[in-house]
């Protein structure tokens, strides 16, 4: 996906732990999600080996253990939900291993499935530089446009109406994921966090 999602890296590479966003992805500063109206949707924040997840009147924190896996907590401290990666994927499960979702990073694709098999996957693919196109099987519902030069994104929906916007500068995968209903609100934004701390 050019800037998004990137090339294959070697299999060497793959095996690395998964890397916070780039300097030039705002890393260390709040990522803002806004509805049309300039009303604060959701924030999430990606520092080193943490990622920061804010919306409504919940606070989650994913810290990364020794296990390689990033572990969600709310301000009670409880596990509440955790991060599994693999080499070209990572499944977000319950505390106790329940599987909820599974991300395949495609080179030029990212899938999202509620099955290790991923039927009926939901996906976010590459269409030009400044362009993500989301659909639901053959359906599309949705786009994410970068405004480069206002250092904002735009999410459409399927008619074409501007649904949410961010600030953020570059091209993401992890914005699509805001188009997708069936994914509870506090698994959407965990996955999106986990997208961007991927720099995808």
């Known amino acids: 996906m050019g800037a998004v999602l990137l090339s294959a890296c070697s299999k060497e590479a793959k095996r690395e732990k998964p890397r916070a966003a780039r300097a030039d992805s705002a890393e260390g500063d709040w990522v803002k999600i806004k509805s049309p109206d300039n009303k604060q949707v959701a924030q999430i924040k990606i520092e080193g080996s943490t990622t920061k997840v804010e919306f409504g009147s919940t606070s989650l924190e994913g810290e990364e253990k020794e296990s390689g896996k990033r572990k969600y907590s709310g301000a009670s401290g409880a596990n509440t939900i955790e991060v599994k990666s ?9 505390a106790d291993g329940k599987l909820l979702w599974k991300v395949k990073l495609q080179p030029e694709k990212i ?15 590459s269409k030009d530089a400044e362009r993500l196109k989301v659909s639901r099987g053959e359906t599309e519902i949705g786009r994410v446009l970068l405004r480069g030069e206002r250092g904002k994104i ?10 949410f916007d961010a600030n953020y500068n570059r091209l993401s995968a992890a914005f699509g994921v805001l188009l997708m209903s069936e994914i509870a609100e506090n698994e959407r934004y965990i996955i999106m966090a986990e997208i961007l701390a991927r720099g995808r």
């Open 154 to 163: 735009k999410v459409e929906d399927q008619s074409g109406t501007v649904v």
């Open 86 to 94: 693999e080499a070209d994927e990572f499944k977000v499960r319950t």
């Open 111 to 125: 899938k999202i499935a509620n099955s290790e098999e991923m039927n009926g996957a939901i996906s976010v693919e």
